[in-house]
């Protein structure tokens, strides 16, 4: 287990209940800046460990089990969509793949604006911004295939590996796995081993936002 896991943990768990790090240390009853970037180093540089009291008041707070956060140290990028304490469905936005390039469903930030949505009850992830994608298609076949309807957290955390939903600057909306991002580049797996990958450089890139939930 290294330093780096448990801060991760500690921020997806943030993220999975639409909170910042602040936020949930703040609904924990902690002092805000507990989780702060600034507090996971000595002053001597060397890492830190957040304590077992800050943590367990984290998980008294938002009902995620320990086996839950473990899971998320471990390397799961979101909580298992069968959660009890997740199971509260409520009304999200949801368009097509086809059409989330088009203008006037997001605004500048990636987040879902406009009154063309429908709507979808599935289980709440926490992200007040989270929508929904139906997919079309048999593009992302196997992973993911025509009629299936997969959950985009844009507050969820990003790191390789994670399958995320991209949108470039030229209105192409597609949904791969990340590689690598760099300060320079972002990198992009297609699902469907018959369809090519991509290397976008960073500014050809509106957003990136983490698939979190798919129901097939």
Same mark, same amino acid.
């Given at each position: 287990?290294?330093?780096?896991?448990?801060? !991760?943990?500690?921020?997806?768990?943030?993220?999975?209940?639409?909170?910042?790090?602040?936020?949930?240390?703040?609904?924990?009853?902690?002092?805000?800046?507990?989780?702060? @970037?600034?507090?996971?180093?000595? $002053?001597?540089?060397?890492?830190?460990?957040?304590?077992?009291?800050?943590?367990?008041? @984290?998980?008294?707070?938002? =009902?995620?089990?320990?086996?839950?956060?473990?899971?998320?140290?471990?390397?799961?990028?979101?909580?298992?969509?069968?959660?009890?304490?997740?199971? @509260?469905?409520?009304?999200?936005?949801?368009?097509?793949?086809?059409?989330?390039?088009?203008?006037?469903?997001?605004? /500048?930030? =990636?987040?879902?604006? =406009?009154?063309? &949505?429908?709507?979808? *009850?599935? $289980? /709440?992830?926490?992200?007040?911004?989270?929508?929904?994608?139906?997919?079309?298609?048999?593009?992302?076949? $196997? @992973?993911?295939? /025509? *009629?299936?309807?997969?959950?985009?957290?844009?507050?969820? $955390?990003?790191?390789? =590996?994670?399958?995320?939903?991209?949108?470039?600057?030229?209105?192409?909306?597609?949904?791969?796995?990340?590689? !690598? !991002?760099?300060? !320079?580049?972002?990198?992009?797996?297609?699902?469907?081993?018959?369809?090519?990958?991509?290397?976008?450089?960073?500014?050809?890139?509106? &957003?990136?936002?983490?698939?979190?939930?798919?129901?097939?």
């Amino acid at each position: 287990m290294k330093h780096e896991d448990v801060w !991760r943990a500690l921020d997806t768990l943030a993220a999975e209940y639409g909170m910042s790090a602040s936020g949930l240390a703040k609904k924990s009853g902690l002092d805000s800046t507990t989780f702060n @970037v600034s507090k996971r180093r000595m $002053p001597d540089g060397r890492a830190r460990w957040p304590s077992t009291e800050s943590i367990a008041k @984290v998980l008294n707070a938002t =009902g995620a089990s320990m086996e839950a956060f473990t899971a998320l140290v471990s390397g799961a990028r979101a909580l298992a969509s069968n959660n009890s304490s997740r199971i @509260v469905s409520r009304r999200i936005p949801l368009i097509g793949m086809a059409q989330a390039g088009a203008e006037g469903y997001f605004d /500048d930030g =990636g987040f879902p604006v =406009g009154g063309s &949505w429908d709507e979808v *009850g599935l $289980p /709440d992830i926490g992200d007040p911004n989270a929508y929904a994608l139906e997919i079309s298609g048999n593009s992302m076949e $196997p @992973v993911y295939r /025509d *009629g299936d309807l997969v959950i985009v957290s844009p507050a969820s $955390p990003i790191r390789r =590996g994670d399958r995320v939903v991209a949108r470039t600057n030229a209105g192409e909306v597609m949904a791969k796995q990340l590689t !690598r !991002r760099s300060a !320079r580049r972002v990198e992009l797996k297609s699902l469907n081993p018959l369809h090519p990958d991509f290397s976008f450089d960073l500014n050809e890139i509106a &957003w990136l936002h983490r698939i979190v939930w798919v129901s097939q």
